[in-house]
């Protein structure tokens, strides 16, 4: 079974581009969550879904992320425009159901702006 | 919010040493979990806590939930090289917001063979 992927895995992109990172959970997992750890600090979470719902969003750091889960299965997660801040491993997990079923994570995208 | 303060934040031992590492909260969390992340990966789960008080064991790996609910620590016994990378705390709350993770800014563990 394949795990959390995420896509891609390092982008670099000037101050004021647009980026979006993708995430595909295990299949048949409800739950998907962002997470980001920006150098050196502890991994944050941004915001969780069921299925294409937004469960929790009190993560996410400004109006300049936008998360989607359309249909449920696979995400994206928009920066746009990016800032200098913005640099950081964003990662994606996945889990099934609610309750103590804890989630998988994907391998991280890294994200550099310059 | 919620924070988890996590120590040391790196450690360089020999093979073969114990180790131990420890996270602290002045809130508390229904869950502990500790996870590794080696270089590339994501994290990966190594043990998880649901009950104050619980000890438990994964090999070499042994964590405990703390009786306040506010901390939590994991030991490594006769480190080995491929230990290394770096060690992360979690605490989880379940509220009607959901159940997210709180982690700590983990711990860096560097193993000289």
């Known amino acids: 079974e394949a795990g959390v992927t995420q896509f891609p895995s390092h982008s670099v992109i000037e101050k004021g581009q647009t980026v979006t990172l993708r995430c595909d959970p295990i299949?048949?997992?409800?739950?998907l969550y962002w997470y980001r750890r920006v150098m050196g600090k502890e991994i944050k979470f941004l915001l969780h879904f069921v299925k294409e719902s937004k469960q929790d969003e009190s993560g996410m750091p400004n109006n300049r992320f936008l998360a989607e889960r359309t249909g449920g299965t696979y995400s994206t997660l928009k920066v746009q425009p990016a800032e200098l801040e913005d640099s950081g491993v964003y990662f994606c997990?996945?889990?099934?159901?609610?309750?103590?079923?804890?989630?998988?994570f994907g391998q991280g995208t890294r994200l550099t702006v310059v | 919010g919620q924070q988890l303060n996590q120590s040391p934040q790196s450690m360089f031992i020999q093979e073969g040493e114990d180790v131990s590492m420890n996270c602290t909260s002045s809130s508390i969390f229904n869950t502990w979990l500790w996870y590794k992340q080696d270089p590339g990966e994501g994290p990966v789960l190594l043990i998880a806590?649901?009950?104050?008080?619980e000890l438990t064991s994964n090999g070499r790996l042994t964590a405990q939930f703390g009786i306040t609910r506010k901390d939590s620590f994991l030991n490594i016994s006769a480190s080995i090289p491929s230990d290394v990378g770096i060690y992360f705390c979690?605490?989880?709350?379940?509220?009607?917001?959901?159940?997210?993770?709180?982690f700590g800014g983990g711990t860096r563990l560097m193993v000289k063979p």
């Open positions: 979690a605490g989880r709350y379940y509220d009607n917001a959901g159940n997210m993770l709180t």
């Open positions: 299949s048949g997992h409800d739950n």
């Open positions: 806590l649901y009950k104050a008080g």
């Open positions: 997990a996945s889990s099934q159901g609610t309750g103590t079923r804890e989630a998988f």
